[in-house]
């Protein structure tokens, strides 16, 4: 479990719990009972309820009265309303990157209100090529704002084609993302995108906009995504 005195208890079982479900430790796909976690993180019922209705939130669990708690399986392809990085929406499959670019640039413009920086203000550009199974799925370019979290600049010297974004930022820096606001359009890959996707040059693909915030309200990266349209698709549960 997570050992940071900084961070609540619930989430500390909450990314526990989550790290055993996405690797598999709950062979049987049942959760135990409420009571043996308490036992088990020294904890009281309402944080470990705490814990269990984050990971229902996130689509890991399903929970039935007189039943227990459920793991659901995991979807091949990306659901909409659960807020993951690419690592954790392709668990079950072989994920790995290329890192393009790793360096500070100026603030872009469709995310200086966002970010709340003044022109020419500098963040951290992390653009990487991301692979399923050997294959290259997308091209993405995170930019991420220091001034949520000034060490966020020691992502400059990780190994991020080993490393997960979202593990760096909740896990490491514990910086909590609550929500994220994302826009879908359909272009068409420029000759650099063709050749890093691996595809012809003008075919259609599937651009991803996306704001992430923090549970403060602070934006905390924007990403352009180049997805290829005949490898990935995106499903989107209505509630």
Same mark, same amino acid.
């Given at each position: 479990m997570i050992n940071n005195p900084a961070l609540p208890l619930y989430y500390k079982i909450y990314s526990e719990l989550r790290t055993r479900i996405l690797n598999g430790y709950y062979k049987d796909g049942k959760l135990p009972p409420e009571m043996e976690l308490c036992k088990e993180f020294k904890a009281s019922r309402i944080t470990v309820r705490n814990a269990l209705e984050q990971l229902r939130r996130e689509g890991l669990i399903v929970r039935?009265?007189?039943?227990? +708690?459920?793991? *659901?399986?995991?979807?091949?392809e990306e659901e909409l309303t659960r807020l993951t990085g690419f690592t954790d929406e392709m668990k079950g *499959?072989?994920?790995?990157?290329?890192? @393009?670019?790793? *360096? =500070?640039?100026?603030?872009? @413009?469709?995310? !200086?209100? !966002?970010?709340?920086?003044?022109?020419? +203000? @500098?963040?951290? @550009? =992390?653009? $990487?090529?991301? #692979?399923? &199974?050997? *294959?290259?799925?997308?091209?993405?370019?995170? #930019? =991420?704002?220091?001034?949520? &979290?000034? $060490?966020? =600049?020691?992502i400059l010297h990780k190994d991020m084609e080993t490393s997960s974004l979202y593990h760096f930022l909740q896990d490491e820096l514990s910086i909590m993302l609550s929500y994220a606001e994302e826009i879908l359009e359909v272009t068409k890959v420029s000759k650099e995108e063709a050749q890093l996707l691996n595809i012809k040059h003008g075919e259609c693909a599937i651009l991803r906009k996306r704001y992430t915030y923090t549970e403060t309200g602070k934006c905390v990266e924007y990403v352009l995504s180049v997805y290829r349209g005949d490898e990935y698709k995106f499903r989107v549960i209505r509630k």
């Open positions: 039935s009265k007189g039943s227990g +708690t459920f793991i *659901k399986r995991v979807e091949s *499959k072989k994920v790995s990157s290329k890192v @393009l670019e790793n *360096k =500070l640039v100026s603030v872009p @413009l469709e995310a !200086q209100e !966002q970010f709340g920086l003044p022109a020419g +203000t @500098l963040v951290v @550009l =992390l653009k $990487r090529v991301r #692979y399923i &199974d050997g *294959k290259p799925i997308a091209i993405e370019s995170a #930019y =991420l704002n220091p001034s949520v &979290d000034l $060490r966020i =600049l020691n």
